[in-house]
């Protein structure tokens, strides 16, 4: 007899075939806009005009009761009405009025809603109302973005379903961020900083889809190399740590999480109505499960650019400075430093060799001080020695543009080194025009590259936290010796008690102690 095996069940799903359904979001055949109007300056027009504007290989559908066409397309009064099924439905009307376009949607068969209308459980007990009727229509029908977002871009297919002014260029980093504002601002940063994207995504309050419906989708998308997200609150923990965990084992996962002090959390909930939660049992929990945390925009996205470019990571926080010039490589020492990296001891083999052929007065210590008149060939010797050093596990390269300088044959003579050695090797050409044919230069070589020392120092203890954070993931706990008895609790209940009975709801150094080898722990 032969068994069929449904792919809804989880255990027989390995390719995550049921898991996500989101095909008709990311790439719909068919758009309707519930809410689309000419009014100039409208979230509607601006909805409806992004979608002409931007072909994305689908049909667009305008939703519009006292409209008989909208922008030039024919409109519907209700989705009811479009006599064609429909993929996505983008809904952009007052909050109290979703919840009926949500249950037509399900009536017609939506697969999927962006729900970009605000005043849900941001504005209290009505607006959580309003979400629990949305659930109750949807809940394991068709799948939700939002609400109160800015909605969502697949570059590479031209699908732009926001209200953004422009279109995101296409690349390889998915973006994902929980505030709207904060995805047009990023967007207008890419631009001149030639960043692309696979995908861009305001994900709003999180009614369904969460972080990891999104992190693993974007886990199997062939466009997405490395995952940015802005985190006002992680909502379902749960899904977010298992999917992190599983992608970041292959995708560079680096968070920006916003809310670390009390006015700031209380900030975030009344944006988006949840709490932030505890940021130091979020640190935890992003360092167990491979993913990385910053501080910065600028560092989520050199993160993300470094990541791209290097595929080679730090194995321990040991780095090697060579540098024209004594300023800048204390600078970047001091960076180091302050974030929790180390400067490489130089094995003695090390000094003996520059000994052979640097000036008498180099630093004979790390950073490499090579003296301001090093020529393309000083620092080749110098990076081709010191990248064997034993005690180091990354090298960092300064380049001040001084008379005897040369930025772009030094970066010629540098690339193909950086590019097959074993250790990751990061450069900072300081200055303006000068410097920059060398710097595009080594970007083509992949090799990253910055202008300030200090952060390209800091980006490397980025590079080695994350490496050792994935090794965290590999990890399993040591399980104790077999006792020959189980635990001594009887210990335990009395250590408990003496504490409750002195007044105390913290236990010594000494309690603590006890309790644990109570329990075989060492």
Known sequence: MIQTIQTTDPTYDILRAERQPLTSIFAPESVAVIGATDRVG?????????????????????????????????????IKAIPEPIDLAIIAIPAPMVPDAVRDCVEVGVKGAIIISAGFKEIGPEGIELEQQIMAT?????????PNCLGLMNPHSGLNATFASTMANPGNLGFISQSGAFCTAVLDWSFPENVGFSAFISIGSMLDLDWGDLIYYLGDDPHTKSIVIYMESIGNARSFLSAAREVAL????????????????????????????????????FRRCGVLRVNRISELFNMAEVMAKQPRLPKGPRLTIITNAGGPGVLATDALIATGGELAPLAEETIAQLNEFLPT?????????????????????TLEVAIKDPNTDGLLVILTPQAMTDPTQTAEQLKHYAQTAKKPVLASWMGGDEVTTGETILNRASISTYRYPDSAAKLFNFMWQYNYNLQGIYETPLLAQEQESGPNCSIVEQIIKNAQDAGRNILTESESKQILAAYGIP
């Open 42 to 78: 409208s979230v509607g027009r601006t909805i409806l005009w992004n979608l002409m504007s931007n072909p994305f290989g689908g049909t667009i559908f305008p939703v519009n009761p006292k409209r008989h066409n909208v922008l030039g397309i024919p409109a519907y009064p209700n």
């Open 138 to 146: 949807a809940k394991g029908k068709m799948r939700l973005i939002g």
């Open 250 to 285: 292959t995708k560079p996962i680096i968070v920006i999480k916003a809310g670390q002090t009390e006015a700031a959390a209380k900030a975030a909930a009344s944006h988006t109505g949840s709490l932030t939660g505890s940021d130091e049992v979020l640190n935890a929990a």
């Open 361 to 381: 007065h180099w630093s004979h210590a790390n950073p490499i001080d090579i003296l301001g008149d090093a020529d393309p060939e000083r620092y080749r010797k």
